[in-house]
């Protein structure tokens, strides 16, 4: 009876979408564990584990040092922690919650807001885990010296965008066939274990192997990365452009595969998984 009635305007309804995706980021990032911080605790420990193994693995095939000149535990991990975000994003993105979900019968929420939540809240781990490493190593350990830290980080955030869009992609598609997207998926992230280029640096490889990993954009991101990171490095052989062209056409066809799936998707269509 009483009702007071406000006008909507399109900065009112943008603040008013920036704070539904700011609810649904804390609600991703509380997914993945109760307490917050015992979920980004568990994902430094993931990430210091993968590093670990590689260190030991590195030392018993007898490699002491860095295939360039450099902290070796900093090239560790460089590539590591793009591997992790990348990762991370591809499997965050594509376990968002599409427009079959129940949540999509609550009246603001949408599929771009499901997404946008999946892909920040990853982001945010990432970055947390990625600065209290490194400040730790350099307060317990050794200093730690980026030649270029803005362009390094830059790289870091292309890492995730481009597991975005791949994520994206994964998503549109799981509707449609779950079981194989499932199977790619965890293909594209075994694969990526060694096509990423963490454990080596393109320079270093001849011509008849770099065309294995030229395709990937994840390895050309982590060899730029490193190009940024330490002085004495200037990678020949890739390019960040080349990855931010290939993340945006990915975006476009998992934008234009998520909006078509959007209209034709059921929720009878996973009633019975």
Known sequence: MFQVTTRSTRIRGAFGLVEIIYHSIVRAVRQSHRNAIVGLLLNMVQAMTLVIAFLIMFRLLGIKGTPLRGDFLLFLMSGVFLFMTHIKAVSA????????????????????????????????????????????????????????????????????????????????????????????????????????????????????????????????????????????YNPHFTSWGYALNVSIVLIVIGMMGEFYTRRHVSPSWTAGR
């Open 93 to 232: 993105v594509m376990g968002a919650e599409g427009a079959a979900s129940p949540m999509m019968q609550h009246a603001p929420m949408n599929t771009f807001i499901s997404i946008s939540a999946a892909a920040l809240s990853s982001l945010y781990i990432q970055i947390l885990s990625l600065f209290i490493v490194l400040t730790v190593y350099h307060i317990a350990y050794q200093p730690i010296s980026i030649d270029f830290p803005i362009p390094a980080l830059g790289m870091f955030i292309l890492a995730w965008f481009a597991g975005v869009a791949i994520g994206l992609v994964f998503l549109a598609l799981r509707p449609w066939a779950p079981d194989f997207v499932s199977l790619a998926s965890t293909i594209y992230r075994r694969v990526n274990m060694i096509a990423s280029g963490k454990m080596f640096v393109a320079n270093a490889l001849p011509a008849s192997k770099l065309a294995l990993f030229d395709w990937n954009p994840l390895f050309h991101i982590i060899d730029q990365c490193r190009g940024y990171v330490f002085l004495h």
